[in-house]
């Protein structure tokens, strides 16, 4: 992936209403990230918002976890937005765990509520400026 910072989003079945919201409310922010996501969150989210540049990837359980996993490994994933649904089990939690750990270990910001990504949406519109994430 080339070019500007880049935002994944995942969400849980049960909160993927949330993150199509969620994307609809901050699309103008977003339009500044490219945005990578599993597959169909990718696809609700490009439903809300057709403009975003958003690669849907695989589905989680499928792979698209891991996918997410190795571009925060290799740098290429600034942010993480992940609305977890802690009220479900699911049957691929190792692979959501590594993806938490991974984004720990490479000490990028994550948000794993709607609230944390509104205050990380929020810094981003005045802290920062639109479209810049600061990292360690």
Do not use: W
Request: some cysteine; glycine content about 10%; overall charge negative.
């Amino acid at each position: 992936m080339a070019g500007g910072k880049c935002i994944a989003l995942i969400a849980h079945d049960q909160k993927k209403d949330d993150m199509a919201e969620f994307a609809r409310r901050h699309q103008q922010v977003l339009s500044n990230f490219r945005i990578v996501a599993t597959g169909t969150t990718g696809g609700r989210v490009l439903e809300a918002c057709p403009t975003l540049d958003v690669l849907p990837l695989k589905s989680g359980p499928l792979g698209g976890d891991q996918q997410i996993g190795a571009l925060i490994a290799t740098g290429e994933v600034d942010m993480l937005i992940f609305f977890v649904d802690p009220l479900t089990a699911m049957p691929h939690d190792v692979d959501v765990k590594a993806l938490m750990r991974l984004a720990t270990v490479y000490d990028i910001p994550m948000a794993l509520n709607r609230a944390t990504a509104e205050r990380l949406i929020d810094f981003n519109l005045s802290g920062t400026g639109a479209g810049h994430v600061q990292t360690n």
